[in-house]
């Protein structure tokens, strides 16, 4: 039986005469894992605010359920720059998280006697062992180790990783993420995806990274023209549904529209003066004119801009290192670039990656080898600080700041105002100040100042922060179709499976691998590397173990063990599940302890009859 968290109704907010979102209404249960999905400026971003309590609706209620705790990552934190990182994450009034805190602290600072084993006593009287635990992995996958650091020295990424181990050391009920991949290397993100997968808590998230919707969600809020959609399933089964509610909304306003003509008539027809009934039917006809007014819009990016053609020699890497004072970041790269090239990068955080672009468009120097570029060369370079518009300028002056006319193919021209309806800005936008714009909106706008520039070589340097699924895929569309080179780093797995046909990876031995496919080929390569390493390994141990006349295999009655072993695992799981949902609703005291009681013990008899099929499991095979 599902327990409602939260109750939203009826809210509405505006900012100024621009309604961000109105009358939405909406409920989550409790362990849900929900999307919120939108176009970029639709308010999914003002509505988690108005959710926590930070920029609260102008209308209607949010109700939670008594005594929930609440966690919200914003898109940019704000820490004291003068506190360092464990302050950040252990200022609390959570009495779990002190008494980590203090036996910490009496590790790292050599505390003895009594104030160790206070502070070891505490920690065994809130049974917080493994929150203890918990915490350490979450630090640790993070890398926000050392955690006296303080703030103000770490770059922007580790300040989002910082906000967003705070948000998961707190452990709340009902946790709220606004795009909690942004800044995250692969594993980061594959670690996250697991981590929400398997937590308690409930989660709400904006995210553009469809295979974290994929893989983590099982409830998605769309947000679409002021109405609210709600799908219970994953990505793959909105994607579905939405497919089929469309179907239905154009069938219906053409069978509207069929039908209004027919009024239409009838209403030319009628005299000014009209009885009860005919205004009755004047009222019927205005909610039908509604009906046949609704707009799907389908979102596509025209832009045929005239590409300089690319010669022959293009961009030469031979025998190419990089350090940056004492630190090699990657030595020894060799690699010619040809026409149509589409390759992606991926490494992890610090590996290098922003500087090999730098290197690439000469905005930094190689400590050894060297790079050759071709004559017919123009780059396009969409960086991740290139956000920097002229403080109150208008959507329409940053384009026409680089062109007034661009021309396209075929001996074509286009205007500005016309290359920004395009580029999904309507003429009702263009002359809008940029800093009204969402985050996704700006970026958009960015990218399509770098497109102006007509390059035949495009660099795209996490292209998609912040940018809506619905405008992602319009992106993928066009750039599916650009006509030049396309070098792609991005976090995003799923927009570079689309994209890229082999990948740079940029690898801890300060090497770089040119591997021949995406990313998702190349983590199955790696994964059964892994597998044929773990099955090399085993069958060395067995050697070894052979020749100094150690166990290698099962006997007949081990065998008989373990596949008993297997049932009873599966039986025990199967009652610890019966007898987890018999609590369910339970209000007396006494049958909640025995329960909880009985639970205990087939707990502890789960965990040793599973260890004992791991050890048996290693002679199995």
């Not at 309806?421 to 009204?436: A, V």
């Not at 792609?488 to 927009?495: A, G, L, N, P």
């Not at 046909?501 to 590397?529: C, L, M, W």
């Not at 020749?547 to 081990?558: C, D, N």
Request: proline letters at 2%.
């Amino acid at each position: 039986m599902e327990t409602n968290i939260l109750s939203v109704e009826n809210i509405s907010k505006r900012f100024g005469d621009k309604v961000i979102y109105q009358n939405l209404s909406f409920g989550l249960s409790e362990g849900q894992k929900v999307a919120l999905i939108a176009k970029n400026g639709a308010g999914k971003s003002t509505l988690l605010k108005g959710l926590a309590s930070i920029d609260l609706p102008d209308e209607g209620n949010v109700i939670f359920r008594n005594n929930t705790v609440i966690g919200y990552l914003p898109q940019d934190a704000d820490f004291n720059p003068h506190s360092t990182i464990f302050e950040a994450l252990y200022e609390s009034e959570d009495e779990g998280l002190r008494a980590i805190r203090n036996y910490d602290k009496a590790l790292t600072q050599g505390w003895e006697g009594d104030k160790l084993q206070e502070a070891y006593d505490r920690m065994d009287e809130l049974n917080a062992w493994d929150r203890e635990l918990k915490t350490k992995q979450i630090l640790t996958k993070l890398k926000l180790e050392p955690l006296d650091r303080e703030i103000r020295v770490l770059s922007g990424g580790e300040v989002k990783r910082l906000s967003l181990a705070q948000q998961l050391i707190h452990n709340p009920d009902f946790l709220m993420l606004d795009e909690p991949t942004n800044h995250l290397d692969l594993d980061m993100i594959e670690w996250l995806e697991d981590y929400l997968a398997s937590t308690k808590m409930t989660v709400l998230m904006i995210t553009h990274d469809r295979y974290f919707l994929e893989r983590v969600c099982n409830v998605i809020l769309e947000l679409d023209q002021f109405q609210l959609f709600k799908y219970k399933g994953n990505y793959s089964y909105f994607l579905e549904k939405k497919e089929e509610r469309e179907a239905n909304l154009l069938s219906s306003t053409a069978k509207a529209k069929s039908l209004m003509k027919t009024e239409l008539d009838w209403i030319r027809r009628q005299p000014k003066a009209r009885g009860t009934k005919a205004k009755y039917r004047v009222d019927q006809f205005k909610e039908l004119k509604k009906r046949a007014s609704v707009r799907l819009e389908k979102d596509s990016v025209n832009l045929e801009i005239n590409i300089t053609r690319i010669g022959s020699k293009i961009v030469e890497f031979h025998n190419v290192s990089k350090s940056i004072g004492d630190r090699l970041l990657f030595s020894g790269f060799n690699y010619v670039f040809k026409r149509n090239d589409r390759v992606g990068i991926i490494g992890k955080n610090g590996s290098g990656k922003s500087t090999f672009l730098n290197l690439l468009t000469g905005s930094d120097k190689v400590s050894s080898g060297k790079i050759v570029i071709g004559e017919t060369v123009s780059f396009g370079y969409y960086t991740q600080s290139g956000l920097n518009f002229k403080e109150g300028q208008k959507v329409i002056e940053a384009v026409r700041d680089i062109a007034e006319v661009v021309p396209l193919v075929r001996g074509q021209k286009i205007t500005a105002a016309q290359l920004l309806e395009r580029f999904l800005f309507p003429r009702k936008m263009h002359f809008n100040h940029i800093s009204t714009l969402s985050g996704g909106e700006r970026r958009r706008l960015y990218l399509l100042t770098v497109l102006m520039q007509n390059p035949n070589f495009l660099i795209l340097d996490e292209p998609t922060n912040d940018l809506d699924i619905f405008t992602l895929q319009v992106l993928e569309e066009y750039l599916e179709q650009f006509p030049g080179v396309l070098l792609i780093v991005s976090h995003d797995r799923y927009f570079m499976d689309k994209l890229v046909e082999h990948t740079f990876v940029f690898k801890e031995d300060q090497s770089i691998a040119d591997f021949p496919g995406n990313y998702t080929q190349y983590r199955i390569k790696e994964a059964a590397k892994k597998d044929v390493s773990h099955l090399k390994e085993k069958k060395i141990n067995k050697t070894s173990a052979k020749e100094k006349g150690e166990k290698t295999k099962l006997t007949y009655a081990e065998r008989l063990e373990f596949k008993k072993l297997d049932e009873d695992i599966e039986r025990l799981e199967s009652l610890k599940k019966e007898k987890a949902e018999e609590l369910h609703g339970l209000t007396d005291y006494e049958l909640i302890s025995k329960i909880s009681e009985q639970l205990d013990d087939l707990q502890n008899e789960l965990d040793m009859k599973t260890e004992r099929w791991m050890y048996l499991a290693d002679f199995e095979q």
